[in-house]
């Protein structure tokens, strides 16, 4: 039989003795230890010798200790972290990190676990796909040789020259007759830029894709796009494996950072005159939407071509009427060189807009003269992009300037490092960059927290920088635009191991020092506006270890920076109400592809779900016999916003399939003033238009993606004042509550106090003014969604908003059919209504009121800022709202509590008085032929009929007591005693369940709380005494602790003349629990209880330390190393000592100590039959308690053997007086604390034996005598 290779190996030794066990036991698992005869070989402790024999004991123990401390019952792979674990770390070595593998191949070995090694790695993969890679490789062999083949055919022709160290054959001719022509140069024209080919392991996964810097780093913390749908041509983080949507929001904007890897955005370089670049910039209208025009020679803009600011703006189409945007870009000058006359210029901007970009600026290069050479650079610049309250911080460490030289005071190097404090980036210049040279992160690794300073001199410093700014004089042209300082930066990066053995030379928890050779990573980062974020520029190849560095720093609030992906990316630009790029601009052509893409995506996770678990769309009720949903639901379906008109739509189609988008993106801030009717541009109504705006939930509701848009209805009024209702009505100004309050206060200030009282109780009790709200979505007079002329846009981006605390939404709506309400004179407030109806849910009207407004705003959708005193007043209205609030749910609850009680007390009354007039069930037996009558009883408060209450008027007023339900009595309405105590009528019974007592060192039952010390015997007894007089010459109950507790008239009783005398269940202050020892059955204080079991154990004491002694002297009979002294409760017995019964003397030894009874014992052999009956030590005080199985047996066993005990109780003689022969000096000594009622018959134990059936008499006896043996 084949042997199979995935099995355990088996022993070399097939016998059973030299079978290894699966997990044998670790070395440091086993304590060796000595005898310890030596320690004490004559039974003393030496204790010189007893250290010494058990120093390696002790030695071994802590060795042990340490191991197991390290091991555990640990795995190597249960040593990585959850978020870096691989799915088969546990039984692959080479699925665990580096420092873990020994030990993983040791624990692999110790439990004969196979190890193979994996092929993901070397071109061969698993499975089916293992042979069909090995075929694949087969071929390229084959296709390799016949290339080799027809190469040495044509060697005649071709020039062979030798390489070093190689010899070549003496028949092999060096040269070729014939040479090869040198080519004409042709004229270089830009071309695109490739990746790096990347490593042999590495190759075949980036056929059709490109890899981050940070690809390895991500693939085991964040879900990837697939590998077959790269997502524009590279493999991008989309979000990490865990939660991380709350904690996202709390690290963007609360605490914390997030950083992004965002190098698949392209960067394109411009390089030339900069009157050239700057004609083409114009030509591509570059900003052209901004109140500020970029090209004016002052402020900001005259600092951006400078070099020390970015500008951030849409670039559109060159000869597009009107403009036809492509993309949000960012342009950077590099700092102007005197030397030189030429300017270099960035382009930062999205890879799906890329390419059209590409294409126009290429077009644009060549008509301007002198010509701008162009340049791709998506391959050899990377970026970070972080975001936080901690990102200054984090930058301000990872981000270190070279230690070449000192840096100047102004410069940016000393710039950055005063931006620590910096929370919130809005407060820098906007736009402002620092750029130099950092040193390798990894060579300070791990980061060091940034020192954050919070002094008065420290603030006003950074608010010096702010304002002044140095680096707008003192900054140098940027080495990253510089080509060869990125590769020099790239190629320089030493490895991983040579700085692991640079910092072990040093010293630990130092950095090494700095070398001539240390790689300097030119380094750019400026402030964006739009997203409020720090942009990092480096070199593709350096972008890795700033990422790492980032990740491990950490924040002084606590923990580190987060990471995030595409999603997170669109969450926080949601949030800050900022539409994304280009996910919110369909009218765009990156939009437009990536909305194509996404009805593709949303149709298949549909079709993918089961037809019981997905939204049937065709069956979706509309109103007015309509069905189904308007348009394509899976998509945002523009293509029915088109004018109705035959030419337009041929026009459409014609552009849905050459896949142009049909619709064209508006400025927002144009369409803000055209809808308001502030300006008017009738290019934009030539073809269509699309502007983004923020929808603000009116009603409840979440709108979600593809959600439709509609306006009020415009051809029906009655539908359209139906929504209009819906809205919320305006409450009344705060300047006219409070007047009105004001006019109130007066008011009662007048009136008498009994008339305030009855206002304000009024008040209270009145409910809350409860009016029909609203209909709410899914009812049945909830409005109809309007008809399809009415649609006027959809939703891109919707979720709930954790920024806002609601439902918001990012929507783009067409012009032309908002123009048409708006009439040419702008948007009344009506207008600016809309309805969203919320796609994916499953109500037949699913939609809910909101409001618009321009998405990109100045304001950036920011809230409006309120004055000092609105805001006092705001929250003082809210304060007064709150505890009016209060007090009437506390008022509410306490009346609605009164009233269900009286109501029950009502039902209890009517029920008790139809039981006690019902007839007897006696004479229902007696007349079993007449008809059963109904039980009936009527009282002031309620009915009774047939088993149903019926209650005659308000319970508060006809039901003047609370009746308890159990007990049928009335209950007390007042505490007894305490705050609010009052006297109650002692002529009637009441409800045990009183109110709660509240009374200085009492609880809630009365009870006080224990003040005194246990007393002696004595004084309980005098403390008797007194209380038996006491009760003689008291009037009231005899034995009741309230004497004091006396009826208001004084002369109250019941029908027998008596008082019902309150049983309050309070105990004195002087009562202390008792307990029952296990061991006695006694009954002690429990303050002398732990005393008291010590000494009925045995294990404390004179005695116990006579045991102890007797022990350890190992001199006495039956004791030494193994045994225990007689003398002890617990000994055991030696051989020998129970077969005879040694009599003791209780009068000649009382007291002795059990040693010196057992000595006594030989001289005392003799004594009397009588002695033989004294028992040598105490007897066990037996108990009474009889175990259920013990009984059931007893019951068994006495039906055979006839034995019978009976417990009588007699009143002659004092047990206490007989057992006082019995007891020992100890047991005397704690007569005080046992609890014997006075004057009690004691009871005597008498055993009947009767003769079993067939077994011979007792002698002296007869058959059916008994015998009763009488224990006095």
């Not at 030794?13 to 066990?21: L, N, S, T, V, Y």
């Not at 300082?485 to 090494?512: D, M, V, W």
């Not at 920076?561 to 280009?582: A, D, I, N, Y």
Request: aromatic share 6%; proline share 8%.
């Amino acid at each position: 039989m084949v042997e199979n290779s995935k099995k355990r190996k088996q022993a070399a030794d097939a016998g059973p003795a030299a079978k290894r066990p699966r997990f044998p036991p670790k070395p440091h698992h086993n304590i060796s230890a000595m005898q310890t005869t030596t320690a004490y070989p004559t039974g003393e402790i030496n204790v010189k010798s007893f250290l010494k024999s058990h120093e390696s004991e002790i030695r071994n123990l802590e060795n042990a200790m340490r191991a197991a401390k390290k091991g555990l019952n640990r795995r190597a792979f249960q040593d990585v972290p959850r978020e870096l674990r691989r799915r088969t770390a546990s039984h692959n070595p080479h699925r665990v990190p580096k420092r873990l593998r020994a030990r993983a191949r040791q624990e692999a070995q110790e439990d004969n676990t196979p190890i193979t090694r994996g092929t993901s790695g070397s071109g061969v993969g698993k499975g089916t796909k293992k042979w069909l890679r090995k075929e694949g490789i087969e071929k390229s062999r084959k296709k390799w040789e016949r290339r080799a083949k027809k190469r040495k055919a044509k060697g005649e022709d071709v020039t062979v020259e030798p390489m070093e160290g190689v010899e070549m054959q003496h028949d092999q001719p060096v040269s070729a007759t014939k040479k090869a022509e040198p080519k004409k140069k042709r004229k270089m024209l830009p071309t695109l830029a490739t990746p790096e080919t990347p490593p042999s392991r590495f190759r075949r996964r980036q056929k059709n894709k490109t890899w981050l810097p940070t690809h390895l780093w991500h693939a085991k913390r964040a879900r990837m796009t697939p590998p077959a749908e790269p997502l524009w041509r590279f493999a991008i983080p989309l979000a990490s494996v865990t939660k991380a949507y709350r904690l996202t929001h709390r690290a963007a904007g609360i605490r914390a950072a997030v950083a992004w890897d965002m190098s698949y955005m392209a960067t394109l370089s411009l390089e030339g005159v900069e009157a050239s670049i700057a004609g083409l910039l114009k030509g591509l209208h570059f900003a052209e939407e901004d109140d500020e025009d970029p090209w004016q020679d002052r402020g900001k803009a005259k600092k951006w071509r400078r070099g020390t600011r970015i500008w951030e703006g849409w670039l559109y189409e060159r000869e597009a009427k009107p403009h036809k945007a492509m993309a949000y870009v960012a342009v950077i000058w590099r700092a102007q060189e005197a030397e030189t006359g030429k300017r270099k210029a960035f382009i930062r901007v999205h890879p799906s807009a890329f390419l059209q970009l590409w294409n126009e600026v290429i077009r644009l290069s060549k008509v301007q003269k002198p010509a701008v050479t162009v340049e791709d650079l998506r391959f050899e610049i990377g970026s970070i992009e972080i975001m936080g309250p901690a990102a200054a911080e984090t930058l301000c460490s990872i981000l270190s300037p070279s230690p070449v030289s000192e840096p100047a005071s102004d410069s940016s190097q000393a710039t950055l490092p005063s931006l620590a404090t910096v929370t919130d980036p809005g407060i820098l210049p906007p736009g402002a960059l620092l750029a130099f040279s950092v040193s390798d992160p990894r060579l300070r690794d791990p980061p060091s927290p940034t020192p954050i300073p919070h002094d008065s001199e420290s603030q006003a410093a950074l608010v010096n920088v702010l304002a002044s700014w140095p680096p707008d004089n003192t900054q140098n042209a940027p080495s990253i635009f510089n080509r060869n300082a990125r590769l020099a930066a790239g190629r320089s990066l030493p490895s991983q191991k040579s700085i692991n053995r640079r910092k072990e030379a040093h010293n630990l928890g130092g950095y090494p020092d700095p070398r001539s050779t240390d790689p300097q990573i030119p380094m750019l980062t400026y402030i964006s506006k739009k997203s409020e974020s720090w942009i990092v520029l480096l070199p593709w190849k350096c972008v890795a270890p700033v990422w790492r560095g980032i990740m491990r720093y950490p924040v002084s609030t606590g923990g580190n920076p987060r990471f995030g992906g595409l999603k997170e990316r669109r969450q926080v630009g949601f949030e800050r109400s900022t539409p994304s790029f280009p996910f919110d601009h369909p009218g765009t052509g990156a939009g437009w592809d990536w909305e194509m893409q996404e009805r593709v995506a949303r149709k298949h996770e549909w079709t993918k779900r089961p037809k019981g678990k997905r939204i049937e769309w065709s069956t979706i009720d509309l109103g007015s016999g309509r069905k189904g949903e308007v348009g394509d639901p899976w998509s945002c379906d523009w293509e029915r916003l088109f004018p109705r008109t035959e030419k337009d739509a041929s026009t459409a189609e014609k552009q849905a399939e050459s896949s142009q988008a049909p619709f064209r993106q508006m400025a927002s801030q144009d369409a803000q003033e055209m809808v308001a009717g502030k300006s008017f541009f009738p290019g934009y109504l030539a073809e269509p238009h699309l502007f983004t705006v923020k929808i603000s939930m009116a009603q409840r509701g979440s709108p979600t993606n593809c959600a439709r848009v509609y306006r009020l209805p415009t051809n029906n009024l009655e539908l359209r004042s139906k929504w209009l209702s819906l809205l919320p009505k305006l409450a009344a100004s705060t300047t006219t509550k409070r007047a009105l309050r004001k006019h109130q206060r007066l008011q009662n200030s007048t009136s008498p106090q009994h008339a305030q009282t009855q206002v304000l109780a009024q008040s209270l009790l009145q409910p809350l003014s409860l009016q029909n709200g609203p209909p709410k979505a899914g009812e049945e007079d909830y409005p109809m969604v309007p008809d399809e002329v009415d649609l006027i846009g959809f939703v891109t981006t919707g979720n709930y908003n954790l920024a806002e605390g609601m439902p918001t939404a990012i929507a783009n709506l067409a012009l032309h059919r908002v123009w048409k309400d708006a009439k040419g004179k702008g948007l009344g407030k009506d207008g600016r209504v809309c309805i969203d109806s919320a796609h994916e849910r499953l109500s037949p009207r699913p939609s809910t009121m909101s409001e618009d407004r321009p998405a990109d705003a100045p304001d950036g959708g920011a809230a409006v800022k309120l004055s000092p005193g609105v805001l006092a007043d705001l929250t003082r209205d809210i304060l007064e709202d709150c505890v009016q609030n209060i007090i009437y749910n506390t008022a509410q609850t306490c009346h609605r509590s009164e009233k269900q009680l009286r109501m029950q007390s009502a039902a209890t009354q009517a029920e008790s008085l139809a039981l006690a007039t019902a007839e007897p069930q006696s004479q229902k037996n007696a007349a079993p032929s007449s008809q059963p009558s109904v039980p009936i009883a009527d009282t002031t408060a309620a009915k009774y009929e047939n088993g149903r209450v019926f209650l005659k008027g308000n319970p508060l007023k006809t039901t003047p007591d609370i009746i308890c339900p159990h007990c049928k009595l009335p209950r007390l309405m007042h505490p007894i005693m305490g705050k609010g105590m009052q006297n109650p009528d002692l002529s009637r019974e009441y409800c045990m369940l009183y109110p709660w007592v509240q009374r200085p060192g009492h609880d809630v039952y009365g009870n006080p709380f224990p003040t005194d010390m246990a007393k002696s015997k004595k004084e309980r007894e005098l403390l008797k005494q007194q209380q038996k007089n006491a009760e003689k010459e008291s009037v009231g109950t005899p034995g009741s602790q309230d004497t004091d507790m006396t009826g208001a008239g004084g002369g109250a009783g019941d029908a027998n003349g008596r008082e019902i005398k309150l049983n309050t269940g309070g105990k004195p202050a002087s009562y202390i629990p008792w307990h029952t020892c296990p061991n006695c059955k006694r009954s002690l204080l429990i303050t002398r209880f732990a005393q008291h079991l010590e000494k009925c154990l045995g294990i404390s004491g004179r005695q116990s330390s006579r045991n102890a002694m007797a022990k350890l002297a190992g001199n006495g009979v039956g004791s030494g190393l193994g045994n225990t002294p007689l003398g002890s409760r617990m000994g055991t017995p030696a051989p020998g000592s129970q077969d005879t019964i040694t009599a003791v003397s209780k009068s000649k030894n009382k007291g002795i100590s059990p040693v010196k009874k057992v000595g006594n014992g030989a001289a005392d052999a003799d004594d009397d039959d009588d002695a033989i009956d004294t028992p040598e030590k105490k007897k066990k005080k037996k108990s009474s308690y009889v175990k259920k199985a013990d009984r059931e047996k007893m019951g068994k066993e006495g039906a055979a053997a006839g034995s019978l005990k009976v417990k009588i109780k007699t009143g002659s003689g004092d047990r206490r007086a007989s057992e006082s022969t019995e007891k020992s000096e100890g047991k005397r000594e704690r007569e005080g604390d046992s609890i014997d009622p006075e004057n009690a018959p004691k009871a005597k134990k008498i055993k009947l034996s009767l003769g079993k059936s067939g077994s011979p008499p007792a002698p002296g006896l007869g058959p059916g005598s008994a015998v009763a043996q009488e224990s006095m």
